[in-house]
């Protein structure tokens, strides 16, 4: 069995993450250490607030530490909530929130009827170790937003998006055929060829 960390409190998103990886991992989280302090996500992008994470937990944590950070991007409002995702409608807001902010956003641009609203969720994925980051990934899958949601699994904006080629929300999706297609799962595939090409300890079970 080998070990991962994953710096993040959200049980959500280590679930998710631990799927995708398969049963070849021992995974655990931030949710059992309160007494680690939550750093300042102050970068610009995916890829610097996922560095900052990963980079905080590994200097306190023994062996590989992951970090993700992951949004949605709409065109029509211009790539926003972006690297806000999770703090949309304020620093302690919740999922539902959060849809709601950009529901209501939406509906003040008044797409045209018919026309999609295009958008894409990405993430950018930094494993490292005793303080340095060893490698970056990132994963982006294209779709469109609905203005009603739909749909109870996943998470945070999961009912409001259909993935290209699908009629379903990632809310309705099966949680494995999310997996196999969301952004996480493709800068997690990256994740596990880069641990092949180390010679680190992988799984091949990734779906």
């Known amino acids: 069995m080998r070990n991962l960390t994953i710096a993040t409190r959200n049980r959500h998103k280590t679930g998710e993450l631990a ?5 070849g991992w021992s995974v655990e989280d931030l949710a059992g250490r309160p007494e680690l302090p ?8 995916f890829e610097e607030n996922a560095a900052i994470k990963a980079l905080a ?6 062996g590989l530490v992951l970090a993700d950070d992951s949004g949605l991007e709409v065109d029509l409002l211009g790539g926003a909530p972006g690297i806000r995702s999770a703090r949309y409608a304020g620093e302690k807001a919740s999922d539902g929130e959060n849809r709601d902010r950009l529901l209501r956003e939406l509906a003040e641009r008044r797409p045209a009827p018919g026309q999609p609203i295009t958008a894409r969720f990405r993430c950018a994925i930094v494993v490292a170790e005793e303080g340095v980051a060893l490698g970056t990934f990132s994963g982006a899958v294209e779709g469109r937003i609905v203005m009603k949601e739909a749909g109870t699994g996943g998470f945070g904006y999961d009912p409001l998006f259909i993935p290209e080629g699908f009629d379903k929300t990632f ?9 196999r297609l969301s952004h996480r799962a493709r800068a997690m595939a990256q994740v596990m060829e880069w641990l092949k090409e180390m010679g680190r300890p992988q799984s091949s079970d990734l779906p």
């Open 19 to 23: 799927a995708i990886l398969g049963p």
């Open 38 to 45: 939550e750093p300042e996500e102050n970068g610009a992008t």
């Open 57 to 62: 937990a590994s200097r306190v944590l023994p």
């Open 171 to 179: 809310a309705e999706l099966d949680a494995e055929i999310k997996n």
